[in-house]
Structure formats: structure tokens, C-alpha cells
């Protein structure tokens, strides 16, 4: 890890803005020293700022995720959600994206399940997962809901019901009001509840610890590819969320926490914490699994 943040501050401020690293030798030798993949890559960056559109961006984002860390990680996921699903008659998935941590764990064993109900705002991405249901799994009822947790909470009526209700990678990415709300409020209509989310370092934002750990974990994860994969998942995947995430004028989109605090706030609300323990690594964080059941 390099020991000079002001040197690799004043490089990721050269790099958001497009000012070019003419001027930046040696702040690029220093950071090349500790940081040599994300030295490159801010190199590159640099080179063709001026073609921004170069790397397809929904191209990078399919390349980081059938690869790298993702693959152990969704695998681990996957199985995770198969044993939790042993024995359950109805699903909801929340903030299911297109369902790659879902589908492969329906299909990792027979189920049980007689009705899935989808909630998943994004409507490209609800469309797939449902696709996906169709192709993988044309016995099983589908319920597809275009809405967000707070709109899908605020309108459950008494007789609704789930034997399971799960969330992968999916809270980090909901308001904390929302979120804590609309799980309040689906403790009475779902029996267990499954999590999957990042146990990310208690580092407050805009500090140089916390951006020196963000440029350790977007080194490692530029590792975890090679060739022209790793260049089109650095240019056109890491490095734009790297670069999103110091830019003070972006509002936040996600909200993580360490995993304890997933813990109080849910047995704050009558959740009975079952489970709470790391399931793998991963470049961003390790990744946690929470059971709680409501009654
Ligand atoms: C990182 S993706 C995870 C997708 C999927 N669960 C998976 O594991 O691959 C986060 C998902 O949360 C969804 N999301 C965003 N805001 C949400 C909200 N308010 N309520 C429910 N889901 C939301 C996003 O659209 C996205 O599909």
C-alpha cells in the first residue's frame, strides 16, 4: 500500500477531472511502487480521456461479473441461498437484479417452492430475471414487481405471506429509511429473513485511510483479471466506480455498514439473529450471511 495519499489524491483529482498526469511523475513512481495495476490503469485512463466512449460499459461490467472474485463469491452466494431455501413453499427475492445469485441456487437442487415473487425497481433488469424464470423454471408461478422495497412494504395487505424473504447485495443499495422501514414492516409477513451483504471498514469518507484502502481493494481487484479482460473491466468498470466514489458532488447510492450493525438494527426491530458469519472473501469486502427469523 502506498504511504503518500496526498500524492495518490492529487493523482485520482488529475484523473476525475481529465487534467492529464503531465506533471505527476512522481507521484506515478510512488504509487507505481505499491499500487502498480492501478497505476497503469490511471495511466491508460489518462491516454484515452479523450475517447471516453472507447470501452462499452455494459461489456465491462459482464466481464467483472462472470469473472474474478465474482465467480467464487455468487458460487458461495448461490449455495448459501439453495440451503436456505430447503423446505420452503414461497420466495420473495428483493432487489433481485437479473437473478444471478437466485437462479443458480433453484437450480443447484430440487425445491420446493409453489410461488416466487420478484422486487426489483429496475425494469431491464426485472425483465431478465423474469426471462430467466421462464427459461429455468417454466413450473414455477412468478410474481414480477417493478418497485422498490418501500413501495412493495407500504403496500403488503395482512393476508400476505412468505416462508423465506431474501437480499443479496441488494440493502446496500435502498435509503437507510427505506430500508429499515420496509423491513420493519415485512417482519410480519415473511418467516426468515436472509441477507447477504459486504462487512465493509468502519472508514469515514474523504479521510486518507479510507482512501488508501479504497486503492488497495481496486488493486486487488484489477488483479483478479488479466490481459484484455483486465483492461476493459479496469476502463470501463473499476475505474469509473473508483472515480465515482471520491467525487464528493456524486450523491451517494449505496449505504453499507460493518456487519454488527446489520445485527442491532434488525433485533432493534424483533428479528430473532440466527446467524451472523462471513461466507468468503472478496476484493471489496468479506461477504457476511444474516438469518433472523421474525417470530
Ligand atoms: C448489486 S445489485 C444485486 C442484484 C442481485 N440481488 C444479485 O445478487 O446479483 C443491487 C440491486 O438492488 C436494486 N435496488 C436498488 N434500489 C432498490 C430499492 N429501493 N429496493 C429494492 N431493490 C433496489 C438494484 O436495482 C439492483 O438490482
Redesign the pocket.
Known amino acids: 500500500m502506498t504511504h503518500d495519499p496526498t500524492a495518490l489524491r492529487a493523482l485520482f483529482h488529475a484523473a476525475r477531472h481529465g487534467t492529464g498526469l503531465a506533471g505527476h511523475e512522481a507521484a506515478l513512481e510512488d504509487a507505481a511502487a505499491h499500487l502498480p495495476l492501478l497505476t497503469a490503469a490511471l495511466r491508460l485512463h489518462a491516454a484515452r480521456a479523450a475517447d471516453a466512449q472507447v470501452y462499452d460499459q455494459p461489456a465491462a461490467f459482464e466481464a467483472f ?1 462472470r469473472g474474478g472474485g465474482n465467480v467464487p463469491l ?1 458460487a458461495q ?1 448461490s449455495a448459501e441461498l439453495a440451503a436456505q431455501a430447503a423446505g420452503a413453499r414461497s420466495l420473495l ?10 437462479f443458480p441456487a433453484l437450480a443447484a437442487q430440487p425445491h420446493t417452492l409453489e410461488c416466487l415473487t420478484l ?4 425494469s431491464a ?1 426485472l425483465a431478465s430475471a423474469v426471462a430467466r424464470a421462464q427459461a429455468e423454471q417454466p413450473a414455477l408461478p412468478v410474481q414480477a414487481l417493478n ?6 412494504a407500504a403496500r403488503l395487505q395482512p393476508g400476505d405471506r412468505w416462508d423465506i424473504a431474501q ?9 437507510e429509511d ?2 429499515w422501514a ?1 423491513l420493519a414492516r415485512l417482519r410480519a409477513h415473511v418467516g426468515r429473513l436472509v441477507i ?1 451483504e459486504f462487512d465493509v471498514p468502519p472508514l469515514t469518507r474523504g479521510t486518507d485511510a479510507h482512501l488508501l484502502s479504497l486503492a488497495a481493494r481496486y488493486e486487488r481487484a484489477l488483479g483478479e483479471y488479466d490481459g484484455a479482460t483486465r483492461e476493459l473491466v479496469g476502463q470501463g468498470f473499476l475505474l469509473p466506480m473508483l472515480l465515482g466514489q471520491l467525487d464528493e458532488q456524486t450523491a451517494a447510492t449505496n449505504w453499507e455498514h460493518p456487519m454488527p450493525l446489520w445485527r442491532e438494527r434488525l433485533a432493534a426491530q424483533g428479528w430473532r439473529v440466527q446467524r451472523l458469519e462471513r461466507l468468503c472473501d472478496y476484493f471489496w469486502a468479506p461477504v457476511f450471511v444474516l438469518v433472523a427469523e421474525a417470530g
Not at 119 to 122: C, G, K, N, Q
Open positions: 461479473i455468487y452466494v427475492d428483493i432487489g433481485c437484479g437479473d437473478g444471478h445469485a437466485l422486487v426489483e425497481p429496475a433488469l418497485e422498490g422495497l418501500g413501495a412493495f437480499a443479496t447485495f441488494a440493502l446496500q443499495a435502498v435509503p427505506e430500508r420496509g447477504v
